[in-house]
């Protein structure tokens, strides 16, 4: 255990340290006057399907110079960024007034193609400096017209690039498009267009290293920090009074508990036991499908560990805006490097459970999790295949992962389960479990598994549903969110929520003889998990303007896995506190 420890200290210093020597070094380029400054057209895809975009030269843009491809790096790839050459050449200092990029007779399709983008709001994304600039394909012409068949569609032909610089480095980049550079579409007919652009520089003091502050700003303006804020102090307030009323409860009742169960052992040994101490011989009967349940911990353990590493990297500012793809090389490096502590957690555990088949157990450990990620993700990469989005991944990129999978990942499981298997490790129950089970009284509606996580998921999915809005504009939509120490703010009183209640919720059940209380713990625990996909469809509906089969697969395909990690997560959290109270509870009392 020592060493997966120090191995992990060691990730975390090489990890940090490597992504932030990138980030100092990324686009840290000097220029001088006529030298060329890279752009890069990366996507177009309609503005409210953030999921649905395709290659720049999917649409019948031109070019003057053969395009090249930038090689991307993995989180790239997946984050469907495809960055090619753009036809505009930006040199640094140079100053351009309307010229001609290319020149091009757009066919009857080519046009229908352009006028079906223009009325879904197409976009496009170009990377200068790798500074993002973004820009719309046209516009559509709806004054004073009631019948949409009446709709004039217009596509820009001419954009205007205004490039600040402080001495020899680029410092920021905005484009816009002139108002009256228009190609009417409205008709299937063929049309000759002149793509043309200005450029023109100006001198800025902006520091170079204060460069990307401007995409952070607007997450943190004042009235987002005090809705930010707020949710906080509502969340804060929560726990307080939840943890207060709860704890004083609990601690009143057990103290009334032992008080009584001690005043029963003077006055008469053959009474009748009631309560939670009457089931104190079943109370640490190992679960049905230990196994399974083992292999819940496991997992739940390593997505706890990856959401740590990642908040630690997120802390100490390596996903700063616009770092391409840096989240999901993080996400998929991280997962295969922690799937030795599900190993570990999994092996140990279930060992200790008195299983047999910890081989059986390891391979149920490692599908576990990944087992429904990759079938949803064959059936979302077949139908971004079926639309030619770049959200399908390139077959090398497939192959990248697959390698990574079966020469880290998997290795690493088999390691930590055989380091979990040896270590030899004893349950430590504080009472004797008897031969038979004991016969659980029958209960009520409201004591039974689903309407327990119910109420068990509620209380923290309240705690934090006001920051699920920014966190699902920022990765559905296109929403800057940066501030990640609030974030970890909430995810702690997230962790703190879950716990506390999933201990109380043990608690009422022991204290109705229903000793069946580990799987129960589990699933209270991660039942917030269940919320958070409620809320998905609530902001799917509500929320947003996502549209269409691709878009609709996605959002729900890829947050049906986010939800079940945090199910997972939550449950094992749940599990460990309930796991704790109730060892501690019945080492205070004299079991016989």
Known sequence: MERIRACLLALTVVVVCGVAQVRSSASDHRYTAGDEVPLYANKVGPFHNPSETYRFFDFPFCSSAPVKEKKEALGEVLNGDRLVSAPYRLDFLGNKEAEVACKRKLTKEEVAKFRTAVSKDYYFQMYYDDLPIWGFLGKVDKEGKADPSEYKYYLFKHL?????????????????????????????????????????????????????????????????????????????????????????????????????????????????????????????????????????????????????????????????????????????????????????????????????????????????????????????????????????????????????????????????????????????????????????????????????????????????????????????????????SILFIVFIILLIVTAFVTVAMTYFQLAAEDHEWWWRSFLCGGSTGLFIYAYCLYYYNARSDMSGFMQTSFFFGYMACICYGFFLMLGAIGFRASLFFVRHIYRSIKCE
């Open 160 to 484: 205007i690039f205004e490039i600040l610089y402080n001495k020899d480095r680029v410092i920021e980049i905005t484009v816009r498009s002139d108002p009256n550079a228009l190609v009417d579409l409205t008709q299937d007919e063929p049309v000759n267009v002149d793509f043309m652009y200005t450029v023109k520089w100006k001198e800025t003091e902006t520091p170079f290293e204060k460069r990307m502050d401007k995409y952070s700003e607007s997450s943190s303006m004042p009235h987002h920090l005090e809705i930010h804020w707020f949710s906080i102090i509502n969340s804060c307030v929560t726990v307080l009074l939840l943890t207060g009323f709860l704890a004083t409860i609990l601690m009143r009742v057990l103290k009334n508990d032992f008080v009584k169960y001690a005043h029963d052992e003077e006055s008469a040994d053959d009474q009748e036991e009631t309560g939670w101490k009457y089931i104190h011989g079943d109370v640490f009967r190992y679960p049905k499908h230990k196994s399974l349940f083992s292999a819940a911990l496991g997992s739940g353990t390593q997505l706890f560990t990856l959401t740590s590493f990642i908040f630690i990297l997120a802390l100490v500012g390596v996903f700063y805006p616009y770092n391409r793809g840096a989240l999901f090389t993080a996400l998929v490096v991280i997962y295969a490097l922690t799937s030795g502590i599900a190993g570990y957690t999994a092996a140990c555990f279930y060992c200790q459970l008195e299983g047999i088949n910890w081989v059986r157990n390891l391979l149920l450990t490692g599908s576990l999790f990944c087992g429904p990620l990759f079938v949803t993700f064959c059936f979302l990469n077949t139908v971004a295949i079926a639309y030619k989005a770049t959200a399908a991944l390139p077959f090398g990129t497939i192959v990248i992962i697959f390698l990574i999978w079966a020469l880290v990942t998997s290795p690493l499981l088999i390691l930590g389960g055989i380091a979990g298997k040896n270590t030899k490790a004893e349950f430590q129950a504080p009472c004797r479990t008897t031969k038979y089970p004991r016969e659980i009284p029958p209960l009520p509606w409201y004591r039974q598994t689903l309407p327990q996580m119910a109420m068990a998921g509620f209380l923290p999915f309240s705690a934090i549903y006001i920051e699920l809005y920014y966190i699902f504009s920022s990765v559905w939509g296109h929403r800057i969110y940066t501030i990640y």
